[in-house]
């Protein structure tokens, strides 16, 4: 029986895709932050961005116990899309709607990494935690698709 602290190769790598995944989201819901006008959004992003700071924290901790290095940088494609959504603000002068657009896309990504994660490892010694956070995920997906709708022109 596989334990939190003797995790096999499979979900170890999934545990790894998902702190690289959060990474991502940290840096670019705090990078979003600085670029919308609104500060209840500004706000929620930051909490956002703290959020999954703390998820990444959470899995690089079950890593380390395992005796592994965990991931401690996001991945290329996050980099390209933060720079991507940073190019459209500039473009789009900070345009509500369009943050909120881009930040449910990347909240679209993170959805699908856990629930892919969640798929090919179930039932394993951390499936608690990465339910709890999945959760999470998804309501704040939610929210932010909520907010991107009201905003829609």
């Not at 881009?102 to 679209?108: F, I």
């Amino acid at each position: 029986m596989e334990q939190v602290t003797d995790l096999n190769k499979d979900t170890l790598s999934g545990v790894q895709e998902l702190i690289q995944i959060n990474l991502d989201s940290h840096v670019g819901f705090r990078t979003v932050a600085e670029q919308v006008e609104s500060a209840p959004i500004a706000r929620l992003f930051r909490e956002c961005s703290d959020e999954r700071r703390g998820f990444a924290n959470d899995l690089q901790r079950i890593v380390r116990a395992n005796g592994e290095t965990p991931e401690t940088d996001g991945s290329i494609k996050g980099a390209a899309h933060r720079w991507w959504v940073s190019v459209r603000g500039m473009v789009q002068d900070g345009d509500e709607h369009a943050m909120l657009a881009e930040a449910e896309r990347g909240e679209d990504a993170i959805k699908h990494k856990y629930e892919e994660v969640l798929r090919e490892i179930p039932g394993n010694a951390v499936s608690d935690v990465l339910h709890l956070q999945y959760a999470s995920v998804k309501s704040r997906h939610d929210q932010i698709r909520s907010l991107r709708d009201a905003r829609a022109k």
